[in-house]
């Protein structure tokens, strides 16, 4: 589970460094700061709107 997250977490970062590279150029610093601002901000809403809210109960464990 740890070499799993350390992918996802820092497997993003060259992804991330690359786009905002060609979103700076493209719009400039200012803009891309508040592209990643409002995406960094919108990121709560993944928990929000996803099932985790919708529980009233925990699940009940498979029997095997």
């Known amino acids: 589970m740890n070499a799993t997250m350390r ?3 820092w497997g993003t970062i060259p992804v991330g460094s690359f ?3 060609i979103f700076s150029t493209i719009f ?3 803009p891309t ?3 990643g601002s ?3 901000s919108a990121s709560f809403l993944w928990i929000v709107l ?3 809210f ?3 109960k925990q699940p009940e464990p498979v029997s095997d």
């Open 50 to 52: 996803g099932p985790t």
């Open 33 to 35: 700061l508040v592209i």
């Open 7 to 9: 992918t996802i977490v």
């Open 19 to 21: 786009l905002g590279g």
């Open 54 to 56: 919708k529980l009233s």
């Open 28 to 30: 400039g610093v200012m």
């Open 38 to 40: 409002v995406i960094s």
